[in-house]
């Protein structure tokens, strides 16, 4: 699980979110330099807009700065550039599962897979709600990937 790709609809919620709070438990990992990760979105309607400023502004209060990722659409290539392509819900999971290639490598997952408590099933998507929901959001991704990371380390052991 060298390459990490974390998926949702739009790109500019959940998954930038879930990379950088990837990326920040990463910083603490031996195996940093081995891991690349990513993010992008099933559908293309913000293809190169920031992360909605919500979830800019939350992800900072967590101490993840995701400021500087821009959105981008999933491509068949990401199938073949990643181990992982991790979902944020079952809606995207199903969509990957429709454009993947049939000689793909790469694993699917939901998100919620990797928290430990592994509920709710999917991380709820906040963009019609209040702050609430992007809180809620921040705190379900910073278990989750903490949960990744352990997966991750384990892939390296002999």
Known sequence: MNNILFVCMGNICRSPSAEGFFARALEQSPHRDRVSIDSAGTHSYHIGHAPDTRAVDTALKFGVDIAHLRARKVSTRDFHSFDL????????????????????????????NYHPQGHPAEVPDPYYGGIDGFNYMCELLDSATAGLLQEVEESFKP
């Open 85 to 112: 392509i991790v979902a944020m819900d079952r809606s995207n999971l199903e969509d990957l599962r429709m454009i993947r290639p049939e000689n793909s490598k790469a694993e699917l997952a939901l998100m919620m």
